[in-house]
């Protein structure tokens, strides 16, 4: 497997104390060999096609990341059965204009975490609707559906129960296979 993949990180929660963005550290710190680059989505104007000629600076920073990118790791909540707005905006941002989707056949792993039973399983179908249209490569097995509790993930990242933690490191050996195979090969495993 190749070392240092460039992997664009993806956040669906702005709060300060998001156990996404928690789990989205965990997930870097089980992939110590590749580079992961969170983007910063919380500065991105509302997409409006009349700016397309003309993006916004933080608009061509969004697309310049992603296109500088090998794969995509999306890390979602879920709000009302479904994706976030925040992260919705981001994705109609950079997949736009008609003919300059910055996402287009990169590799993608789609996770998140929840204090609910279902984790965010909506929500990561929503997202997985949006990324097929977009010619987005998205993994899709295993699924992950992370139920969260107090103190499952520290600050830094660190998963706390033994299963959980297990189970995350297939997930992220899975998704870096994935990718490997993405990008060398063009398509996905069978």
Not at 95 to 108: C, L, Q, T
């Amino acid at each position: 497997m190749s070392t240092n993949r460039r992997i664009a990180v993806l956040v669906g929660s702005l709060r300060s104390q998001s156990i996404n963005r928690r789990l989205a550290l965990a997930l870097e710190r089980l992939a110590p060999h590749h580079s992961f680059r969170p983007i910063a989505i919380d500065t991105i104007p509302l997409y409006n096609q009349d700016r397309e000629a003309d993006p916004p600076a933080e608009v061509v920073r969004l697309k310049q990341t992603i296109e500088a990118c090998d794969a995509l790791l999306f890390v979602t909540p879920e709000y009302n059965r479904s994706i976030p707005g925040v992260l919705k905006n981001a994705i109609d941002t950079a997949s736009r204009p008609y003919g300059k989707n910055s996402f287009a056949g990169k590799p993608a792993g789609v996770i998140g975490t929840s204090s609910g039973a279902v984790g965010t399983a909506l929500a990561q179908q929503h997202l997985r609707n949006i990324l097929a249209y977009l010619d987005v490569p998205t993994m899709g097995q295993p699924e992950a559906f992370i139920q969260y509790s107090d103190g499952l993930i520290d600050d830094s990242g660190q998963v706390t129960k033994e299963a959980t933690a297990k189970f995350l490191q297939t997930w992220v050996d899975k998704y870096l296979a994935w990718i490997e195979h993405i990008v060398t090969r063009g398509a996905a495993p069978k």
